[in-house]
């Protein structure tokens, strides 16, 4: 009750420890106690400032949410689709997943509100209809995107901070292809959409680990192979290729 603050309550404990052991050895250093009570008490709201008070809470730790930001990506991609060579009737060839990286740098002057852009590079098998090695694909894009994040506006002290985002952006497919019916370089260039979502978890305040998916649909509007260049090349492409990334992703938030 003294440690509490419940002063008139620890006194009359103190009372009533005297009056029924009277001849306790502890007897002068309890009268020591109700003395030191009763000095506190004659000071004006003594007994009100001494009440119990419940422990102060620990701040929660603050997550860096707002500021420059960078990302890192490594994961796996994959060109969804599928195209022919430039001769007619020529056979399919599929893509493979593999390797995929990246990173972005993005500006959150909001906790729930960043934007700024993301590079992602993929580097992937090219299969025929009869999975014979027939060449490597590189995927290029770089975009600009906006990123919401729930968790940003509702709980600001948490360490989960998903996010969906959405972009817009340049990519680029190059592959050189050598086999049975293939033998020429094939370039897609155009537009892209990027949607992407993702959960990362803080480490510490400022650094943070986490998943992210990927989709970016490709608008391809013109197309290259050894004979030249233009948008014509792009009605032999059957199934146009656009990347799906999953992968880890690795966040560090600048003071």
Known sequence: Q??????TAARDTYR???EEKPDSKARPKVEQKIAEI??????????QEAEEKPPPLAPPVVYKRTGLQLYADLGFG????????????G???YFSASAAVGFGVQHRPLPYLAYGMRVTWANLPVTDQWDANIGTAWFFNIAGQAEFYPFGLLLSWSRLDPYIGLGVGYGQITAALTGSGYDYDLGLMGATLQVSTGLNIFLNQWISLGLALRYNHGFWTSACVRSGCGSSYVDQVRSPPSLFFIGLE???HLL
């Open 16 to 18: 009533r420890f005297l």
């Open 250 to 252: 690795g966040g560090f």
């Open 2 to 7: 003294h440690r509490l603050g419940k002063l």
């Open 91 to 93: 056979n399919l060839a």
């Open 38 to 47: 009763d000095a506190v008490l004659k000071k004006p709201n003594a007994e």
């Open 78 to 89: 994959a060109l969804t689709g599928s195209f022919f060579d430039d001769t007619a009737g």
